[in-house]
């Protein structure tokens, strides 16, 4: 057992003055940016606590000691209890190679030799390393950087991982925590792909990032014993969950969407088109295991698509994604290299949670029409969000699934009649 806390000396009246002092000036900032600065000061506290080894030196019980006194001397602030100093700590070992600390101002601890502390002529200005991926990090509110840190398990690249989709997403806590246990981390950008050797650089790279394994379809309600029309239905009954499964940038475009491809008819399960990618993607999903004879399906549609539908220096190339129950991985990965069409191979489950609360991953009308307002086409407006026939329709969007859309709005004006 560590030794208890015996001999509050110097050195720790000076560190807690410095604390002190230290959160008056970030109070003073704060009036700017409240939540940066409040994680700088919890990140600089966790270095302290690391760095001077403060249980070493003054016993387990300093961490309840600096605790109790930083709140006598500053009975309003918030975060000051012994867990979230204890965050702080596991904060700053999480995140330390990410973040250079440059002394500059006055007020603040220097170690001069083992032991030894000392004031320094600087106080601290916190920059970035070059990881620009770092630079999330003082903009995600405390509570869930304190759920992630309870979530990655030391894992750095996930915890930046998720930082960075709460930022693009503006996810609550719950989704976040939601999110984190549909594995999302895990899953992303794991599809089987050709997108290498078929999409130009960086395109491949975003194409893959775009992609999960498994998705997660647990929100459309089906069971184990089900056919496709079945699945796809369910899917398109619950098109907002199914978006945000997909990702941010996806607009949905129709389902069981018609080409002709000579004299023949062909439909497409569902055509989506993404933002990111500025393409259109191609998605056809499958209950079965994956069969090699789905490439050749699934590739045809994709030359229909470019041939018919892309527009020539506006949109890139055409991609599709391949949804089975299941798949042999080395079946899948054989039969992309026999494709020169951009393809990726994924699995779907049935089981496991989905988010229950999407609200604010996906725009509103008014938030697409304001980006008409500001100088973008409608039809760029609905490549750049993320919609569904609903609102195509009331968008009047070209090129969505025109028997879907035309019952939306016979719908709606019997409604107006009624």
């Known amino acids: 057992m560590g030794k208890s806390i ?5 050195d720790y009246s000076k560190w807690v003055e410095v604390l002190i002092n230290r959160y008056k000036r970030t ?8 939540n940066s600065e409040q994680i700088k000061y919890n990140f600089l506290l966790g270095r302290d606590i690391v760095e001077m080894k403060v249980e070493e030196r003054w016993g387990e019980g300093v961490i309840t000691q600096l605790s109790k006194d930083l709140k006598k001397e500053m009975p309003t602030a918030e975060g000051l209890s ?3 100093l204890r965050y702080c700590r596991r904060f700053y070992l999480l995140y330390s190679n990410l973040i250079i600390i440059h002394p500059q101002s006055e007020g603040e601890l220097t170690k001069k030799k083992k032991n030894e502390i000392r004031p320094q002529a600087g106080g601290e200005l916190i920059e970035l390393s070059e990881n620009k991926e770092a630079t999330i990090i003082f903009n995600i509110p405390w509570g869930h950087h304190k759920l992630i840190l309870d979530k990655v398990k030391g894992n750095t690249k996930k915890a930046l991982f998720y930082m960075q989709q709460t930022l693009e997403n503006g996810w609550s806590r719950n989704i ?13 950008g794991k599809s089987i792909t050709n997108f290498v050797n078929t999409l130009p650089v960086p395109n491949s790279d975003l194409a893959q990032e775009i992609t999960k394994d498994p998705y997660n379809f647990a929100f459309a309600g089906v069971t184990e014993k089900h056919n496709e029309d079945q699945l796809k239905f369910a899917l398109l009954q619950n098109i907002t969950n199914f978006l945000v499964e997909l990702g941010t940038g996806f607009a949905y475009v129709g389902r069981e969407y018609r080409l002709e491809i000579g004299h023949t008819e062909n439909f497409i399960d569902l055509l989506f088109y993404n933002l990111k990618l500025r393409c259109y993607v191609v998605v056809e999903v499958k209950i079965g295991k994956f069969s090699s004879r789905d490439i050749g399906q699934i590739g045809s549609y994709i030359v229909a698509v470019n041939h018919q539908l892309r527009e020539e220096g506006k949109d890139n190339p055409t991609i599709g994604l391949l949804i089975c129950k299941s798949k ?13 069409q951009p393809i990726g191979i994924s699995e779907y489950e049935l089981e496991k949670f989905y988010p229950e609360k999407v609200e604010g991953t996906i725009p509103t009308i008014a938030e697409i029409e304001n980006k008409v307002s500001n100088g973008i086409g409608i039809e760029e407006a609905a490549k750049l969000s993320i919609l569904s026939v609903k609102d195509a329709a009331e968008l009047k969007i070209p090129n969505v699934n025109n028997s879907a859309k035309s019952a939306y709005v016979k719908k709606q004006q019997k409604k107006k009649k009624d």
């Open 176 to 188: 976040l925590l939601n999110w984190i246990d549909t594995d999302l981390f895990e899953r992303s």
């Open 328 to 340: 042999d991985n080395i079946q899948a990965q054989y039969a992309l290299e026999s494709s020169s």
């Open 82 to 84: 012994v867990t979230n």
């Open 27 to 34: 109070q003073i900032n704060a009036a700017v940016k409240v």
């Open 6 to 10: 015996s001999i509050i000396d110097n």
